[in-house]
């Protein structure tokens, strides 16, 4: 143990002996050319190595400024999207409440009373044109009531009718047949649906002056369509000679293809 420690202490003696006399040297400038030498050796590595460390320096930099763009990003993403549902939102609030005023105003200027309703469903085939509401037995929708859109403007009646949901026969279907009337002449007819390809008034008298452009609507006829509602337009007149009745071909006021609420009516 004597002798391991004699060797140790003998080199720290050698070690702090040498670093002596490298500072020794060192302050009477005796290792002025050896260390220019290496300064002169090592800068080209120093400046590389300080380079390398800016690259890496400003790479993790690159990825906590993508980090943070990303996290902005996702915020603003989020805030966007509630923009959008806030948007959406006033605008169903807007429509129905245009809804609700429309149907007020057609209350009161033709004296009837509807149910609101929500289209939930829609049926178009070739088989029947219909489509379902979100109103039934138990909000007071009855079988066979007439169905128009906040305007006034007849969509067709009441074919089916559940707890909570009605199915709704359109106007364009082949199956409807409504007893109609024209503004201009009074002429009365008969508007059936034409497979869902639009409207034809027919059985309309020879002798009964019709025009296109004149407004169709609800003659009052039928008990389930109470007069006024407004059905269509006559956009072509079919007359035949020898025959007893003219056809009229009408485009309906109500866009049946983008129905959103609708009016059960209700007789008062």
Do not use: C, W
């Not at 309309?204 to 609507?217: L, Y």
């Amino acid at each position: 143990m004597f002798r391991f420690f004699r060797s140790t202490l003998g080199h720290f003696v050698l070690a702090m002996g040498v670093i002596i006399l490298l500072i020794f040297l060192h302050f009477t400038h005796f290792l002025r050319p050896v260390e220019n030498a290496f300064l002169v050796i090592t800068r080209p590595m120093e400046k590389v190595f300080f380079q390398g460390l800016n690259k890496i320096d400003n790479f993790f930099k690159l990825l906590i400024s993508i980090r943070d763009l990303s996290r902005e990003n996702q915020d603003l993403r989020e805030e966007n999207d509630r923009l959008i549902a806030d948007n959406i939102g006033l605008q169903e609030v807007k429509k129905e409440n245009a809804f609700l005023r429309e149907q007020l105003q057609m209350e009161e200027a033709q004296g009837i009373a509807g149910i609101g309703a929500e289209v939930i469903g829609r049926n178009e085939d070739n088989l029947i044109q219909s489509i379902k509401i979100n109103r039934g037995s138990s909000q007071g929708v009855k079988m066979g009531a007439a169905v128009a859109s906040g305007e006034g403007f007849l969509i067709g009646r009441v074919i089916e009718v559940f707890y909570n949901t009605a199915n709704v026969l359109l106007i364009t279907d082949q199956n409807s047949v409504v007893n109609a009337m024209t503004a201009e002449g009074r002429a009365s007819g008969n508007a059936r649906g034409q497979h869902g390809l639009g409207i034809a008034m027919e059985m309309i008298p020879q002798t009964e002056s019709v025009k296109a452009g004149d407004a169709v609507f609800s003659s009052g006829l039928s008990e389930d369509f109470p007069k006024g509602l407004l059905i269509g337009k006559i956009v072509k007149i079919e007359t035949k000679s020898g025959e007893l009745f003219q056809k009229a071909q009408l485009r309906p006021f109500a866009n049946l293809s983008k129905l959103e609420r609708v009016l059960v009516i209700q007789h008062r």
